[in-house]
């Protein structure tokens, strides 16, 4: 009998949430049907059947969210009756999501970065947890919410002793083996994942004394006037993310204030002379083209630092930091380097356009080797931002200001931006940052080397 | 050292053990005057003569008989059945008697015998002249059954043979006798019940014998070439005494096993092996130990089907990838 299991839809997707079930049980399916939409932190997309039958069960309601892999749904021959246990099964099991989002105003999503980043609060709080939860524990200690007890995990009988011997609790651990199984190497992904996410003191509701029945692990208490809110689940991933980014990388910061009448002047020729319905090259194009440029003269800069080593990209795909409502995105411009600035206008439009429309698809998400966040619209002095892993570097851009230069001893009034570029120090040092931002500098004060 | 075939190194290990001991002589089918099927004893017949070297007519029952009846006595015969597939005539000898009279007359006489056979497909041989048949005897107490891979340890393993005072079954296999290797000068034995770490690896663990283990050799060394997976190969070598240590310390380490033998999978090594290593090793275990064997067919006569009802180095490969550890697939 089939298992529909929650599919893997995108490299860092960890869970999925059903919004929407399009059939319903007794329901004939065909090969390719659409089951269900996923949703996950990133968009929504949607569950095909690759077998088909009937759809004798649903396992996952709408709304609710499971690790990749859990059975979500049965196709049978339609004899097949509900079995409360395979519900339990689809629910038990890892959780310990990770997603999406960017960095502060600054960062996006890349693929690979699940295998590296720790989930920090999450983590350490579900390791206490899971060394509570030891088998000779009464049920009344702290079960972590979502997950139920008594649900057959499977696991193989090393990664059941690794398990024990580091006093984890296979229910926080997501098996990747067939079937879900869970093996040394997943044992071993969330050790290293412990092992790389510092000691936060979470808060949790874990040191209840044995005797007392756990509380049911509440919404945290909330002064009477204040209103609680949820977030939704790209800002609970933003929040996750941001959390491993800046506890994980220790980030190091260069600023530079970069002349831009030049580039001004040579961006209203370009936009004059462009047609009637030609986009128009804004100042971040530019600077995304120069960065690109100083990114093939600096490839230790288009780098990531993974599982201690260097990882060198070939490609140079920078993401553009995206304001959208309540969040936050950073698609891709891949090839930034190839690529002439109007066409990076144009794909740059594309991608901020479809941002808003919450129509992102994976692959405009992925593959960032490097990022920039401009707030230049927003009348910002300066800013830092926070790294985007697994990239390397981010740049942020302030606002172009008037100002009074020095000109040969005199007062002139030039178009002056300043910019901070944060840096993974465990990659980058001050100096090679120092030099990359020269280049960029460099280039966006002589513009018609971004014609090349 | 010196690099020969399977078949030099057991042909040179007969002639001394007929050098060393007056006791020790050869009897079977063809092995005399037409100097053996497979040409193991030629030139013995002329060099040791007729009483040294018997030649018998086609009657494996009455000729194990008899050497059975010659050990008690304290001759020291050497056996060698055409192929495996014929030995079924002599069960009763082989079973009934020769694993049991030490046994049953309280010691009173052991059974030094040597029966040399070869097994294997492959050949185009059919149905009745195809078949891996060693796990019969490997059922048995009483027996010793030995199944070496390369010249080097068939010359050992055939010397200890010889020598033990118990009934041994050298396996040998039709596909080996022309595979060549280096194998060491001087007098060396190779005792029972010692498998081999053929080549050593860390992802995962391919348990063998016979021709099969060469074979994953083989297929080990093409993927550590290709820097794809680091197998590690144990050549059991002895299936009866069966050293139990070498395959749980391996499995052990790796985490992960495929028994690999050219015989029947149902009730075959793999299904003694693995009990085994569930028994010893359950918790070091990170994944189900696989089993590839051969389809449980009658050997087909036609050259595409025997291909397909034999396992060998495509279905290793199959295998292994299919279980080789997530990071390293």
């Not at chain 1, 172009?400 to 002139?412: A, M, T």
């Not at chain 2, 100097?35 to 040294?52: D, H, N, V, W």
């Not at chain 2, 069960?91 to 070869?118: S, W």
């Not at chain 2, 990170?286 to 009658?298: C, F, L, N, Y």
Request: hydrophobic share 45%; with cysteine.
């Amino acid at each position: 009998m089939p298992e529909v299991t929650m599919p893997r839809l995108s490299d860092t997707m960890q869970e999925g949430t059903i919004g929407r079930w399009l059939k319903k049980p007794g329901d004939e399916v065909k090969r390719g049907d659409i089951l269900a939409e996923i949703e996950t932190d990133k968009a929504t997309m949607d569950l095909q059947a690759y077998d088909a039958g009937i759809l004798e069960q649903i396992l996952v309601g709408e709304g609710e969210t499971v690790p990749i892999g859990q059975p979500v749904a049965i196709i049978g021959s339609g004899e097949g009756a509900r079995k409360p246990e395979q519900r339990e099964a689809a629910k038990a099991g890892a959780k310990d999501g990770r997603a999406v989002a960017g960095a502060a105003v600054a960062a996006g999503e890349r693929p690979g970065t699940a295998a590296g980043a720790p989930t920090a609060q999450v983590s350490a709080a579900e390791a206490r947890r899971g060394a509570e939860a030891a088998p000779a524990a009464p049920p009344a200690m702290g079960v972590p919410a979502g997950i139920e007890e008594g649900a057959r995990i499977k696991a193989s009988p090393l990664a059941r002793r690794m398990a024990a011997e580091h006093g984890l609790d296979l229910r926080q651990i997501q098996g990747r083996g067939p079937g879900g199984r869970i093996e040394r190497a997943d044992i071993e992904d969330y050790l290293e994942q412990q092992r790389m996410a510092p000691a936060v003191a979470a808060p949790q509701p874990v040191a209840a004394p044995v005797e007392a029945p756990a509380p049911t692990p509440a919404a945290p208490a909330a002064p009477p006037e204040a209103e609680v809110i949820k977030p939704s689940r790209m800002q609970a991933a933003i929040a996750r993310r941001m959390v491993e980014a800046k506890q994980a990388i220790p980030h190091i910061y260069v600023s530079t204030e970069i002349d831009v009448t030049d580039l001004l002047a040579l961006r209203q020729t370009l936009n004059a002379s462009a047609g009637e319905d030609e986009v128009k090259v804004s100042i971040n194009d530019l600077v995304v083209k120069a960065c690109a440029l100083a990114l093939e003269k600096f490839p230790e800069v288009n780098s990531s630092f993974q599982d201690g080593q260097f990882i060198r990209h070939k490609q140079i795909n920078i993401g553009i930091a995206v304001d959208i409502p309540d969040g936050l995105v950073v698609p891709v411009i891949r090839d930034a380097n190839l690529k002439g600035v109007r066409t990076i206008a144009r794909e740059a439009k594309a991608l901020v356009e479809k941002a808003r429309a919450r129509k992102l698809s994976q692959a405009d998400l992925e593959g960032g080797t490097f990022s920039v966040s401009n707030l230049g619209m927003m009348d910002v002095t300066s800013f830092v931002a926070i790294i985007n892993p697994p990239e390397a570097a981010i740049l942020a851009v302030a606002s172009v200001r008037k100002q009074f230069v020095p000109v040969d001893g005199q007062p002139v009034i030039r178009d002056i931006m300043p910019v901070t570029m944060s840096a993974d120090h465990r990659i980058l040092y001050g100096a090679g940052v120092a030099r990359f931002l020269q280049e960029v500098k460099r280039l966006l004060q002589n513009p018609y080397s971004l014609l090349g | 050292m010196a690099e020969m075939t399977y078949r030099q190194a057991l042909h040179d290990t007969l002639r001394e053990e007929l050098l060393r001991d007056e006791n020790v002589f050869l009897i079977g089918e063809e092995i005399g005057v037409f100097e053996g099927s497979y040409k193991i004893t030629a030139g013995l017949l002329q060099e040791f003569g007729p009483k040294r070297v018997v030649d018998t007519p086609i009657c494996e029952n009455g000729f194990v008989g008899l050497a059975i009846g010659a050990a008690m006595l304290g001759l020291r015969p050497v056996v060698e059945i055409m192929t495996i597939n014929f030995i079924t005539l002599a069960m009763d000898e082989i079973v009934n008697h020769a694993a049991k009279i030490y046994y049953m007359f309280g010691g009173q006489c052991p059974i030094p015998l040597v029966i040399r056979t070869p097994g294997g497909g492959g050949q185009q041989l059919a149905a009745t002249h195809s078949q891996n048949l060693e796990v019969w005897f490997a059922h048995v107490p009483g027996l010793k059954v030995v199944a070496p891979a390369t010249p080097a340890d068939a010359r050992g393993m055939l010397r200890t043979a010889i020598r033990d005072n118990n009934p041994v079954l050298f396996l040998e296999n039709l596909a080996l006798y022309n595979t060549r290797g280096e194998v060491p000068d001087g007098d060396y034995t190779i005792p029972f019940g010692q498998a081999k770490v053929a080549r050593e690896g860390k992802d995962l663990t391919v348990i063998s014998y016979s021709r099969m283990a060469a074979v994953a050799m083989d297929v080990a060394r093409r993927l550590e070439e290709e820097d794809k997976l680091s197998v590690e190969v144990v050549d059991v070598r002895s299936l009866r005494p069966l050293d139990r240590e070498t395959i749980i310390n391996s499995v052990k380490k790796t985490n992960r096993a495929i028994v690999f033998e050219e015989d029947w999978r149902s009730y075959g090594v793999g299904a003694e092996i693995v009990a085994t290593v569930q028994e010893e090793a359950f918790d070091y275990l990170d994944a189900p130990v696989k089993r590839v064997a051969s389809v449980e067919v009658p050997l087909p006569y036609a050259k595409p089907l025997e291909r397909a009802a034999l396992t060998g180095a495509q279905q290793l490969l199959d295998a292994i990838n299919d279980l080789a550890p997530r990071r390293r697939r």
